[in-house]
């Protein structure tokens, strides 16, 4: 597909032989791809001009990322530098490539001391990499820390990203609906004036989960540090086109739910 238009055409076209087309687990997962690859080359939806400029949206999020960095020592107060990457394809002209950590605030997991009991045993949930499952999902949680064990460890707030950094399920990710503390095999990106739906879908898009792989370091173990993993590029367009973004994805991955149900 060339552009939403043609997409619109072909996708007609494929659901009248649905049922024919995706009959096994690789055809459906072939399909699921080429949606997410579809959203970030911008061929998914239609572009508007009207919509405001992507110049101005990252003027807002360094705005608001100064407010943040006032607010407590936690924040983080460095801006990534744009990392030099060759692009494997050309964006729309609204919009632009930019680092995960210009447009959310990142941080790495941390595991509070296994040997202190007080720190464990409580109702607060914390997870590994085992708990972020391949569709996206954040399965229920294996360990629960206590209030203290909640001051020592990373918290991620509803709307944070969350991606495995290293071993086997290294790129999986999750976005969180609830307040869930992460262990250090797990990165977190939390959107600035961002949709953070579209994070998702930029990160679980073919292209980036390749840049996770070629990126990391060690052959047994797969590792991607914070550094590196935060200067990745991802494909960003106007706000408003995010949330349509966001809606076609949504659109297309319940009839995907079915056809793998």
């Given at each position: 597909s060339t552009d939403a238009a043609d997409l619109a055409s072909n996708w007609q076209r494929i659901a009248?032989?649905?049922?024919?087309?995706?009959?096994?687990?690789?055809?459906?997962?072939?399909?699921?791809?080429?949606?997410?690859?579809?959203a970030v080359l911008g061929k998914l939806v239609k572009q508007d001009p009207t919509d405001e400029p992507v110049n101005e949206l990252l003027k807002k999020i360094a705005t608001e990322r100064k407010r943040l960095n006032t607010a407590g020592p936690k924040r983080q107060a460095k801006i990534p530098h744009k990392a030099v990457e060759v692009q494997s394809f050309e964006l729309p002209k609204a919009w632009t490539w930019v680092p995960i950590g210009t447009c959310a605030i990142t941080s790495t997991g941390r595991t509070p001391a296994t040997a202190r009991e007080d720190l464990y045993g409580g109702r607060f949930p914390f997870i590994g990499p085992g708990q972020i499952s391949s569709d996206g999902a954040i399965?229920?949680?294996?360990?629960?820390?206590?209030?203290?064990?909640?001051?020592?460890?990373?918290v991620a707030v509803p709307g944070s990203i969350l991606m495995v950094c290293i071993g086997g399920s290294i790129g999986k990710c999750a976005v969180v609906h609830?307040?869930?503390?992460?262990?250090?095999?797990?990165?977190?990106?939390?959107?600035?004036?961002?949709?953070?739906?579209?994070?998702?879908?930029?990160?679980?898009?073919?292209?980036?989960?390749?840049k996770v792989i070629s990126s990391a370091t060690g052959s047994a173990t797969p590792i991607i540090n914070k550094s590196n993993w935060e200067n990745l590029l991802i494909p960003m367009p106007p706000?408003?086109?995010?949330?349509?973004?966001?809606?076609?994805?949504?659109?297309?991955?319940?009839t995907y739910k079915i056809a793998h149900d």
């Open positions: 009248k032989h649905f049922d024919t087309l995706f009959t096994t687990e690789g055809s459906i997962e072939f399909l699921r791809k080429s949606i997410l690859h579809l399965l229920t949680s294996e360990k629960y820390i206590s209030e203290k064990g909640k001051v020592d460890a990373a609830y307040e869930t503390a992460f262990n250090q095999q797990i990165n977190a990106a939390v959107p600035i004036l961002f949709n953070s739906r579209y994070l998702y879908v930029a990160m679980t898009s073919p292209n980036f989960q390749e706000l408003q086109e995010q949330h349509r973004i966001v809606a076609k994805v949504d659109a297309e991955h319940i």
